[in-house]
């Protein structure tokens, strides 16, 4: 049974940073895509950051330069450093597997079969 579990969220000024991490459970090779959502409130879910099975990395457009996604297999853990926070960026932070693919290809939250409970973001 595969369980993720986030945790590194917190409040912060604008300008700073946060690194958010995902412990991975339950899964005993590490050939699969991994992901980064966020939802504020009122909003749908979007993607934030995506990295395949090879450690290629996918950021969406509104934190391209800001956002850094990587992964640590020893540990099976995956990572987000957030720099230059910005008040937009405040949301509850998923991350994501998808089991069945090493790359990653789309955004579609259908695709991924496991999700972490969240960890919340705020900045101010």
């Known amino acids: 049974h595969v369980q993720l579990v986030e945790s590194g969220g917190g409040s912060v000024q604008a300008g700073g940073s946060l690194r958010l991490s995902c412990a991975v459970s339950?899964?005993?090779?590490?050939?699969?895509?991994m992901a980064w959502f966020r939802q504020a409130p009122g909003k749908e879910r979007e993607g934030v950051a995506r990295i395949t099975a090879q450690g290629n990395t996918v950021p969406a457009v509104a934190v391209k330069g800001r956002f850094t996604i990587s992964r640590d297999d020893a540990k099976n853990t995956l990572y987000l450093q957030m720099n230059s926070l910005k008040p937009e960026d405040t949301a509850m932070y998923y991350c994501?597997?998808?089991?069945?693919?090493?790359?990653?290809?789309?955004?579609?939250?259908?695709?991924?079969?496991?999700w972490g409970q969240g960890t919340q973001v705020t900045v101010s």
């Open positions: 339950g899964r005993t090779d590490n050939s699969y895509c």
């Open positions: 994501a597997v998808d089991l069945t693919h090493s790359s990653c290809y789309t955004w579609n939250t259908a695709t991924y079969q496991h």
